[in-house]
C-alpha cells in the first residue's frame, strides 16, 4: 500500500536537526541503552524509536552513525599513537 503524499510531508519538515542530535546522544550516552546478559557482558541495545523509512528515522540513524564513526577513529587515532 503505497503512503500519501501528506504523509512523507509531515515526517520530512524541518527541524530534523533534533532527530540527528536525539541519535548522536543514543550513541555517547550508552547507560541509557545497554543491558547486562547473564554471562556478566554488557550489550548495547540501541533501537531507533522514530517509525521506520521516515525522514526522522533517517536523521536519527545519520545522527548515530556519525557518532559511532567519530568514536572509531579517535580509537584509531590512538591506537596508532602506542
Known sequence: MARSK???EKYS???LKIQYKAGYE?????TQW???VTTGVT???TSNPYPR????AKEWERG???????K???????????
Open 34 to 36: 545497554t543491558r547486562e
Open 72 to 82: 572509531l577513529w579517535e580509537v584509531e587515532i590512538l591506537e596508532c599513537k602506542t
Open 43 to 45: 550489550v548495547i541495545t
Open 26 to 30: 543514543a550513541f555517547n550516552n550508552p
Open 64 to 70: 548515530y552513525n556519525s557518532a559511532y564513526f567519530k
Open 6 to 8: 501528506y504523509y512523507y
Open 13 to 15: 519538515t524541518p527541524p
Open 53 to 56: 523509512e521516515t525522514m526522522q
